[in-house]
């Protein structure tokens, strides 16, 4: 048991609660009652654990950087390993730590994580705040991140939310192509996509172990819970032009990730692999992304 703090946030039938002590997660979102994300265990959460469920942002990277370290502008940085994932680090650094709540309403809230220069090995300061705004069925969540370095900073960012595998699930999405391998096998070469979700109604998620990883993302997913009947959009930004989806060993959660970069991403723009584009951020300068999750068929 432990006193985390739970800011609850409701707009007509739904329903978000976040956890800023934790990582800046969200832990539950419903709609009518019908749990959207895995909901985490907040009744006995260790802060130093990770869990899967909820929602977190990925900040200033998504997924793996290879052998925890890349090259930017000829000079190679080395960050701290993550140990669940090591000699790799994983994720950037906003799910580990505490944010602060600077604004909250019924409906709304607006957080903050400050990063110091140096911390996880990471080189350069930033801030990111995470706005998080409930209208009746749908749910807004923003991400701006600003380099409060001297020094132009590399960054990716995105989302990764652990939706509830508690039905037959269909999916429908476009996207350019995918790449060739599972991201912890840090692929280097796309492929034209296998299992194509852009068909009208969609198609059924996999329910073994896999994870793939899209690129040239168009921006929208459906999600469609057959058995409830229950259907959702997610729209992404145009800087989310990545997507990974994820189902683990016994299906209990899938994940479907809008992102900025695909993985390793800092190292396949050195490497001039696919034409990987970076974003850099100069002294001062700020970018924002937003998602926006709405239900749009209800029973």
Same mark, same amino acid.
């Given at each position: ?175 350019? &192509? +995918?790449?060739?391998?599972?991201? $912890?096998? =840090?692929?280097? /070469? ?5 299992? @194509?979700? %852009?068909? !009208? ?6 329910? &073994? +172990?896999?994870?793939?990883?899209? $690129?040239? =993302?168009?921006? /929208? ?5 057959? @058995?409830? %009947?229950? !259907? ?68």
């Amino acid at each position: 048991m432990n006193n985390l703090k739970i800011i609850k946030l409701k707009n007509g039938n739904t329903r978000l609660n976040l956890l800023p002590d934790y990582g800046g997660k969200i832990s539950n979102l419903s709609f009518d009652g019908f749990e959207i994300f895995r909901p985490l265990p907040t009744d006995n959460i260790e802060l130093l654990k990770s869990y899967k469920g909820g929602n977190f942002a990925l900040v200033p990277f998504s997924n793996r950087i290879k052998n925890s370290q890349f090259m930017f502008k000829n000079k190679i940085y080395k960050l701290n390993k993550s140990n669940n994932v090591a000699p790799h680090t994983i994720h950037g650094h906003g799910y580990l730590y505490k944010w602060d709540v600077i604004e909250q309403s019924l409906n709304s809230v607006l957080i903050s994580y400050s990063h110091e220069n140096s911390e996880f090995g990471w080189p350069w300061a930033y801030d990111v705040k995470q706005e998080i705004i409930l209208d009746d069925y749908t749910c807004s969540i923003g991400l701006t991140i600003s380099n409060r370095s001297n020094s132009e900073m590399p960054f990716g960012f995105g989302f990764h939310p652990f939706f509830n595998f508690n039905d037959d699930i269909k999916l429908e999405f476009d996207a350019d &192509k +995918e790449w060739l391998g599972f991201p $912890e096998n =840090f692929p280097t /070469k796309t492929q034209p996509i296998k299992d @194509n979700f %852009n068909i !009208k109604n969609g198609k059924y998620l996999w329910k &073994k +172990e896999e994870t793939v990883s899209y $690129e040239g =993302f168009k921006g /929208k997913v459906k999600i469609h819970w057959v @058995n409830y %009947n229950k !259907k959702l959009i997610l729209q992404a930004d145009k800087i989310f032009n990545h997507l990974i989806v994820h189902v683990p060993e016994g299906a209990n959660y899938f994940c479907v990730e809008p992102v900025s970069q695909p993985t390793d991403g800092f190292n396949l723009v050195h490497n001039r692999i696919e034409n990987i584009i970076n974003r850099n951020l100069k002294p001062g300068k700020s970018a924002t992304g937003m998602i926006k999750i709405k239900l749009i068929q209800k029973n």
